[in-house]
């Protein structure tokens, strides 16, 4: 099997133009939570919270299609406030795709107001390469996966320029104003433990050594980075030490099995299965009470294990922002 | 949660007419291993080996649709012979769906004269409910799943249900002829640790005891069976326990982890990525010889980690199967 390429020096570059006098932050508890520092309440948001489960999200975006919303910044910046107005969520992620220019970032940063801290994000490199070879979905990713057997140079050449675009991209959104940034490596659960950690770890380390390095050379704000590879179950103790400062789950991972292979010095992110939200209101907060016992109220950031689904009824999103914010404080207070 | 509906007393019944003089095996090098008992290789054989990878397999099928295909004894059983001729595979599987009457297997029993097992199959309860419920492929499960939480009871009558079927169709096969049966809670990967434990388990628990207290009552030979439970990860310690001689691997668990879950007295299958079989076939050799070398040789069945995929090449399958052989025998012969 081919080695991972190696990253070349940066060319050029130089001092971004970095806007200035955003609003101060009223709510730091994601970011406490991110950092391993104390919290309250367990910090709270959920992966897709800016999407088509929200009604006002079909009246705003109207019958344009995904990219043309992706490349207006203004309709960007409502679109990522929506759910803060519905519910009170502890971060704001920005809704983009990963072709989207920074602006967006920072005008709903201003808008924010300092409410929560906003999210910036990116796909992964091997998740990226395997949208770019399927063309679309695919169930078992067997195009893209056929790549990594029969051309592992190749593909790490691709990967390599997908880990390059990705470092500047998130780089670029820390200079726009972002807070913390999550990378996704949404298709990790097709790779298996080679796989994964010859054509996918090598650049996700990659990603977080040379994202701080670059911020720290531009004098920008050295935010948390989450890293979540849906379905990695096989990989969570080499995801603990691949320099992220959190650990997103997926829903088929036990908190307390988590907790035990990633060790104390990361936040765990999660996890609670997205269909859960389907369950009548009080099944909810049985549920998120459960998951807030076995993961502990500190060192973790409450969220789905996946995204909301698009029929998923708005109150029942509330439901579980509110018990988390309930039960967290709860426990906090009788421990 | 609702709890799982126990199971009523059998409804009359009564001996089955069971089928006899059949050919002698020759080859139960896989039987052996699904006992536990000591094999000179390890035996191999592949999910989905009947399948449309194969150019005869079109050339029979024909134009004819799956359902079709299914109901017809003397296709199924050409089909279900058509990889044997290709590559020296250590067992056969019906070619079948979940709706199939047995005597296709009769047919196919005495077609193989014995060269190797034949094993039967059938889908188990969850995965059974998804796809009734889903009406089709799903990337979430999301409606069946919301079944689960909106309405368990419902729910539970619905597995215990297919479970029933399940048991007596399973049994039917034993009947009919078959050597092995092998369950596939292919969608088990959709649940998480919870839902599993709800939903899936107690009905795969049943079905083993159900099969076989069914099969000394009638007097048939009490079969090894095979659980193949598709990303369940996070339930190998339990299905280890379910009354199973066999626990089948999908290709994102370690062998030596699974190895030191289900402790000593199961024998495991698997779990080679299906799409290892696209590399050159040095590169599958080389796989494969990590594979055993992981797992050893005894209580082990060679496996891919899923089906065949149909734009396989049929010479890299027969590459995997005689690597498993040679290797294995190599393996033995210096230990």
């Known amino acids: 099997m081919a080695a991972p390429v190696p990253r070349t020096e940066e060319q050029g570059g130089g001092k971004m133009a970095v806007p200035k006098g955003f609003p101060k932050l009223k709510n730091d508890t994601f970011l406490r939570a991110a950092r391993g520092e104390e919290t309250e309440y ?45 519910f009170p969520l502890d971060a704001a992620i920005i809704f983009s795709d990963i072709l989207v220019v920074p602006q967006a970032i920072t005008l709903t940063r201003h808008s924010l107001e300092g409410k929560v801290p906003l999210i910036g994000f990116s796909g992964a490199p091997w998740t990226l390469m395997s ?18 057997y029969r051309h592992p140079e190749a593909s790490h050449r691709l990967l390599r320029l997908l880990a390059d675009v990705i470092i500047d991209y998130l780089v670029g959104q820390v200079a726009a104003g972002a807070q913390a940034l999550q990378l996704f490596e949404s298709h990790a659960g097709h790779l298996g433990p080679q796989l ?29 980075m989450i890293i979540f590879a849906k379905d990695a179950h096989y990989a969570l103790r080499d995801l603990a030490h691949a320099g992220y400062e959190v650990v997103g789950l997926d829903w088929t991972i036990r908190p307390q099995e988590a907790r035990a292979q990633v060790g104390k010095d990361v936040t765990l992110q999660g996890n609670l299965d997205p269909c859960a939200l389907y369950a009548p209101k009080e099944k909810i907060g049985e549920l998120v009470k459960k998951m807030l016992e076995s993961f502990g109220t500190q060192r973790y950031i409450a969220n789905l294990g996946h995204g909301i689904y698009p029929d ?24």
């Open 312 to 335: 998923m009824n708005p109150e029942h999103v509330g439901a579980f922002v509110e018990a988390v914010h309930a039960h967290s404080r709860h426990i906090n207070k009788h421990s």
């Open 42 to 86: 367990t910090p709270v948001w959920c992966m897709r919270q800016a999407g088509r489960f929200l009604p006002e999200f079909h009246e705003i975006r109207g019958s344009q299609d995904f990219f043309t919303t992706c490349r207006s910044p203004k309709l960007c910046c409502e679109l990522t406030l929506q759910p803060l107005r519905r």
């Open 131 to 148: 949208y770019m070879i399927e063309g679309g979905g695919s169930t078992t990713m067997a195009k893209a996966k056929s790549w990594l």
């Open 196 to 224: 994964f950690q010859d054509f996918a770890l090598p650049y996700i380390r990659d990603i977080a050594q040379a994202v701080k390095s670059k911020l720290k050379e531009e004098a920008l704000p050295l935010v948390p």
